[in-house]
């Protein structure tokens, strides 16, 4: 259909995975793929993006995955809540695609002490023993924390719908112990998670910024031309909020 990409989400990351003819290190890296990018063969015997090739010149097409989830959460996170997420303390809800793979890219920037919480416990322990191996200078345990964080992170999809229970246990761990909340969920605009946080006059913000750098980052991917960042802004605010901001 010569389609030159496209974007994955729950519960498509992990899964797409095998079913890649290549992957882009950074799939590697993080252990999912949420941008396909197809590409075709060219007569040199490189690889090309389909989008950047002649018309119905292609002899054979390949799918190549990326994921630019890990890089857009780091920056979104810095940016909207102004943090350096080296040497911090986080607190990370889901072991998922978009879990694991928030939790391997905090891990690569430093973070000193990283929670995981995940419904099911032996995906925490699992992600925990890979960090523990490939980023041995990141303190990582499977449960809440006794103390403060200076972050939490909901990665898990409880907040979609308003009828959806907290993904936090605040008996086990208080809200009032996160300095900041970061919820990677976009729509609903204010989830339960972040009203909550609101109210107990913690920093929160939800997953915009993170839709907007791994899309433009998707759209670079595709087209190999910078993507328009501010415009692209503007048009998410507008659809999420109703309204310009």
Same mark, same amino acid.
């Given at each position: ?24 290190? +950074? ?32 002899? @054979? ?13 780091? @920056? ?44 099911? @416990? +032996?995906?925490?322990?699992?992600? @925990? ?93 595709? +087209? ?22």
């Amino acid at each position: 259909m010569r389609f030159v990409g496209l974007n994955l989400t729950v519960p498509h990351k992990l899964l797409a995975v095998p079913m890649m003819d290549d992957l882009d290190p +950074s799939a590697r890296a993080w252990g999912a793929v949420n941008t396909v990018r197809f590409e075709t063969l060219l007569e040199n015997g490189d690889w090309a993006p389909l989008g950047a090739a002649p018309a119905n010149g292609e002899k @054979q097409i390949r799918s190549r995955g990326f994921n630019t989830d890990g890089d857009a959460i780091i @920056q979104a996170i810095e940016e909207d809540l102004r943090m350096t997420l080296s040497g911090a303390r986080v607190l990370l809800l889901g072991a998922g695609g978009a879990g694991r793979s928030a939790a391997l890219r905090l891990a690569a920037e430093g973070v000193k002490s990283l929670w995981l919480v995940n419904r099911t @416990q +032996s995906k925490a322990l699992a992600l @925990q023993a890979e960090i523990a191996g490939r980023f041995p200078g990141v303190a990582t345990f499977a449960g809440y924390p006794d103390g403060k964080v200076e972050l939490l992170v909901n990665a898990t999809s409880l907040g979609l719908r308003e009828t959806d229970p907290l993904p936090l246990d605040t008996e086990a761990f208080p809200i009032a112990r996160a300095e900041r909340v970061y919820d990677m969920i976009y729509r609903p605009a204010e989830t339960p998670l972040l009203r909550l946080a609101r109210a107990e006059g913690r920093e929160a913000a939800n997953g915009l910024g993170m839709l907007l750098h791994q899309g433009a980052k998707a759209l670079e991917i595709w +087209s190999g031309k910078a993507a328009p960042i501010e415009a692209m802004r503007r048009a998410l605010e507008e659809n999420v909020y109703g309204k310009t901001v």
